[in-house]
């Protein structure tokens, strides 16, 4: 099945400075790569996905980069603010399977 | 619209005995996911519903864990009996079909004593 890497497990930011998430995963037919938010006590909620056919999307402050070459894809968060705090998960779909996720990092926004 | 719904929030039960989590997706949600999340991990595929038939069970622990969608609506995860290392919070998604994007309940944090 697929596997996912995820890096850094925790980051430490201050704050307006960027922030950079990157994952790993196995499987080259995987073709749907999104990107979780957590907060305490609530459930993932999607900040931003792209597809294997997109090397690059941006949402305002959150960009997300694919290279399906080496098969990895990065989260990126410009001018990082307090409510930024939370656990980023990334995620894979390949085929008919749900989404494999990443262990999850930690963002802590210092202020 | 509405999210999804879950039920209960919390949950504390002994080992040995059995559970029960409801779920409400989104209104026209073809798939139905449940997903465990152990503290401290991402969430974990358990099953994968389209509409009312079973797409992927393979990671469920079916000695244990069961899990429905009759009507292709609401969905019911069971343990029966429950482990202490099923302790963990119990997380339902709903999407359009597969290959969207996924919304996610609020999960049902279950502590088994």
């Known amino acids: 099945g697929e596997n996912v890497e995820q890096h850094p497990s925790t980051l430490s930011v201050q704050e307006g400075d960027s922030a950079v998430i990157k994952c790993t995963y196995s499987d080259s037919a995987s073709n749907y790569f999104p990107w979780y938010k957590q907060e305490l006590g609530k459930g993932p909620q999607l900040i931003i996905d792209?597809?294997?056919?997109?090397g690059e999307k941006k949402d305002q402050r959150i960009a997300v980069t694919l290279n399906k070459t080496a098969k990895h894809f990065s989260l990126h968060i410009t001018e990082t603010q307090p409510e930024d705090s939370a656990v980023y998960f990334c995620a894979v779909l390949g085929g008919a399977d749900g989404l494999t996720f990443g262990k999850g990092t930690h963002l802590i926004i210092q202020p | 619209e509405a999210g999804v719904a879950q039920s209960p929030r919390y949950k504390i039960i002994e080992k040995r005995q059995s559970v029960a989590f409801w779920c409400n997706p989104i209104?026209?949600?073809?798939?139905l996911y449940w997903y465990q999340q152990i503290l401290g991990q991402g969430p974990k595929l358990l099953i994968q519903?389209?509409?009312?038939?079973?797409?992927?069970d393979s990671q469920l622990p079916k000695d244990r864990f069961s899990a429905e969608r009759l009507k292709g609506v609401d969905s019911t995860l069971k343990i029966q009996p429950a482990k202490l290392e099923d302790s963990a919070v119990y997380l339902c998604?709903?999407?359009?079909?597969?290959?969207?994007?996924?919304?996610f309940g609020s999960g049902t944090r279950l502590t088994v004593v």
């Open positions: 998604a709903s999407s359009r079909g597969m290959g969207y994007g996924y919304t």
């Open positions: 209104s026209g949600h073809a798939t």
């Open positions: 792209i597809r294997s056919n997109v």
């Open positions: 519903f389209q509409n009312n038939g079973v797409v992927d």
